[in-house]
């Protein structure tokens, strides 16, 4: 019996010495205010950006006259606090037409956030043709099969320009909420979209390496090299709302 007990107390010392693995979740926005949000390599919000009705929510009829010399980047970080490994959670809606994105590990002093950092790409996948024409980028880019048409890897879901998701996923139509979870250790990443999973990969691989230098990042020296940094969120001139926007340590 002294055995047993013994063994119960050294699993429980080693239980308890062990370090967690998971911290409670963080709300960068939690509905009430932009506290902690600006402007890439800036220090106020880009014009356009307010609560309202409890939703983060960029419309351009919030750009008063004032703001039309406004030369800042206009898309938005949480500038508060840098994030290594981490569960990211954001519900999200578009309009129809619409485009953004999240990214992640970004550091400033660059002339854009793609530049360096990820994204994890939110658009309309079924109408955004119907309201812009991408066939001269894609012809850019070296897209030369079928260019007037959104590509898989530019897709929501997609690892912008490196991974592609699944086929088949739940996206719900723009004007609809969707949620978007990416959750970022060194050995594996995983995108999910409305709790699916979208894709993986593990970063800085031979794979994840040769993408970059072969795809549309080759001429970005520093993309995705970063292993910490702020969170962002795309600003491409379309309405936009988020609801939540939480973030877990691991």
């Known amino acids: 019996m002294k055995k047993v007990i013994a063994l119960i107390c050294i699993g429980l010392m080693h239980s308890c010495s062990e370090p967690a693995k998971t911290s409670e979740w963080t709300y960068l926005f939690d509905g009430t205010s932009l506290d902690g949000w600006?402007?890439?390599?800036?220090?106020?919000?880009?014009?356009?950006?307010?609560?309202?009705?409890?939703?983060?929510?960029?419309?351009?009829?919030?750009?008063?006259?004032?703001?039309y010399d406004y030369k800042g980047s206009r898309d938005l970080i949480y500038g508060a606090k840098e994030f290594e490994n981490f569960e990211l959670y954001v519900e999200w809606k578009i309009p129809p037409g619409g485009n953004s994105g999240i990214f992640y590990h970004i550091k400033e002093g660059y002339s854009g956030i793609p530049e360096v950092a990820p994204e994890y790409q939110l658009i309309d996948d079924l109408h955004y043709t119907d309201f812009h024409d991408i066939e001269d980028y894609n012809r850019s880019i070296g897209i030369t099969d079928h260019p007037e048409n959104l590509q898989p890897i530019q897709?929501?879901?997609?690892?912008?320009?490196?991974?592609?998701?699944?086929?088949?996923?739940t996206l719900h139509p723009a004007g609809s909420w969707n949620s978007?979870?990416?959750?970022?250790?060194?050995?594996?990443?995983?995108?999910?979209?409305?709790g699916e999973v979208m894709l993986d990969f593990v970063p800085w691989?031979?794979?994840?390496?040769?993408?970059?230098?072969?795809?549309?990042?080759?001429?970005?020296k520093d993309y995705g090299k970063y292993k910490k940094g702020f969170i962002g969120l795309q600003d491409h001139g379309s309405e936009l709302w988020f609801k939540t926007v939480k973030i877990k340590e691991l």
């Open 38 to 67: 600006r402007a890439y390599n800036g220090e106020g919000l880009p014009p356009g950006w307010a609560v309202v009705d409890s939703l983060m929510t960029f419309k351009t009829e919030f750009i008063s006259e004032s703001d």
């Open 155 to 169: 897709s929501t879901g997609a690892d912008y320009g490196m991974y592609t998701p699944k086929e088949g996923k």
């Open 180 to 194: 978007t979870t990416i959750r970022f250790t060194p050995e594996k990443v995983t995108y999910y979209l409305n």
């Open 205 to 220: 691989s031979e794979d994840w390496n040769q993408r970059k230098n072969e795809g549309k990042w080759g001429m970005a």
